[in-house]
Every structure is written in structure tokens, then in C-alpha cells.
Nanobody
Framework: QVQLVESGGGSVQAGGSLRLSCATS????????MGWFRQAPGKEREGVAA????????YYADSVKGRFTITLDNTKNTLYLQMNSLKPEDTAMYYC????????????????WGRGTQVTVSS
């Protein structure tokens, strides 16, 4: 049984940093994406960043390029999202997703999801 558990969310002021973690269990597939998505109230879930497990290639939404970094520690089976220079518009529930195929930023392309961790950025 695949489980994804996010942690690390919280409240910060604009310009601050947070690191999100996604602990995975029961998941070993290599030729797929693992990613981070976010969803603000009243908005669609959007892809933030993804990593292709087989190659380590990373992908980012334009809105977070240069500020966010996605990494995967295979020894700990944990996915991370380092978020720097946070802005109020980054406020959302952040979700970890696994086993994505096709377009990395399309939520429907992922099979497994965590329950999310809230990030709130105040101005």
C-alpha cells in the first residue's frame, strides 16, 4: 500500500523560507514523476515542481523558478520542496504526488496523493 505523508508547512512572512517533506512508503516505481502541487481556495490544483525518478531531471512552474527546489532522497524515500523568497501568492495547501506520467504538471496524471500541508505567507 502506497502512502505519502507531507510535513513542514506553516506560517511565514513574505521573504521567508520553508522546507516541505513528503515521506513515502510502499512506493518503488522508478520511471515516473514525483511532484508537488498546490491548491489555493477557489482555485484549481496546480503543479509546482516535479522530479523524474529515473533521471533526476527537475521541472518547475514559471511562478516558482529560482525560488523553489525539489529534491529526492532515495535512501530515505523522502521528497523535499525547499521554498525560499516566499510570497503571499504562494499561500495554499501543498500536496505531494507520485507515479505521474505524461505532462508533469497535470494533476490527473498522478496516481498517489498525500493529504497536504498548509503554507501561509503573510505580507
Amino acid at each position: 500500500q502506497v502512502q505519502l505523508v507531507e510535513s513542514g508547512g506553516g506560517s511565514v512572512q513574505a521573504g521567508g523560507s520553508l522546507r516541505l517533506s513528503c515521506a513515502t512508503s510502499g512506493y518503488t516505481s522508478t520511471y515516473y514523476y514525483m511532484g508537488w502541487f498546490r491548491q489555493a481556495p477557489g482555485k484549481e490544483r496546480e503543479g509546482v515542481a516535479a522530479i523524474y525518478r529515473a533521471s533526476g531531471s527537475t521541472y518547475y512552474a514559471d511562478s516558482v523558478k529560482g525560488r523553489f527546489t525539489i529534491t529526492l532522497d532515495n535512501t530515505k524515500n523522502t521528497l523535499y520542496l525547499q521554498m525560499n523568497s516566499l510570497k503571499p501568492e504562494d499561500t495554499a495547501m501543498y500536496y505531494c504526488a507520485a507515479q505521474g506520467a505524461g505532462a508533469w504538471s497535470r494533476a490527473a496524471n498522478y496516481d498517489y496523493w498525500g493529504r497536504g500541508t498548509q503554507v501561509t505567507v503573510s505580507s
